[in-house]
């Protein structure tokens, strides 16, 4: 982040400088949230914050490139995280969202390994109701499936949102429970092992 911070300050007007300060922002902010530090919520407001704005500033530069439209997402993400989705819906987010993930996912939908298409299906899953929509969000998670990008970190995360979605309906929870006891293959990531023995628990 800080090597991003002061290429951004050196070249205010360099697309690239901007969108990598921006997925820093996110990055910390994210690795925050999922180590569980105390006061990672501040963080996640803060840093998604600063994040939206160089996201932001990278889409003026080249609105043709995905980067800039999909870290201005995930950056509304982690400060959805810090102040709650309903305090970011209230400030009139979930518009400008939605539009940044769909013409990322419209550039080139295969950035970030799939990350984009993971990022829409989780962004219709946890809208609340009367907003979010399971049957875009089910589309979504299953083209990233088909997809078949490389087993990561991503993919552990993946498993657990879309088991949550799974286990709604009595049909796939056994998919669900094939998916959630490959978390602790995919990740050592303390923070997803448990959501994930947390919804086993349930089924």
Request: proline fraction near 2%; glycine fraction near 6%.
């Amino acid at each position: 982040l800080d090597l991003c911070l002061k290429e951004a300050e050196k070249n205010p007007n360099d697309y690239k400088a901007n969108w990598m300060t921006a997925r820093a922002y996110r990055e910390v902010g994210y690795e925050t949230k999922i180590s569980e530090e105390k006061g990672w919520e501040a963080v996640c407001k803060e840093y998604g914050k600063k994040g939206m704005g160089y996201a932001d500033k990278a889409v003026k530069l080249d609105p043709k490139r995905c980067e800039g439209y999909y870290y201005y997402g995930l950056n509304v993400g982690i400060y959805s995280d810090g102040v709650s989705i309903l305090t970011a819906l209230k400030e009139g987010l979930k518009d400008k969202t939605q539009t940044s993930f769909e013409t990322a996912y419209k550039i080139d939908k295969t950035y970030d390994k799939g990350g984009v298409i993971v990022a829409l299906g989780r962004f219709w899953q946890v809208l609340p109701w009367p907003l979010s929509d399971k049957d875009k969000s089910m589309e979504y998670y299953r083209e990233f499936q088909k997809a078949k990008f490389a087993k990561t970190k991503k993919t552990a995360e993946f498993n657990v949102h879309f088991s949550e979605l799974l286990m709604e309906d009595s049909k796939t929870k056994d998919e669900a429970k094939s998916l959630l006891e490959e978390v602790p293959k995919l990740t050592n990531v303390t923070y997803w092992q448990k959501k994930a023995k947390t919804l086993l628990d349930k089924i």
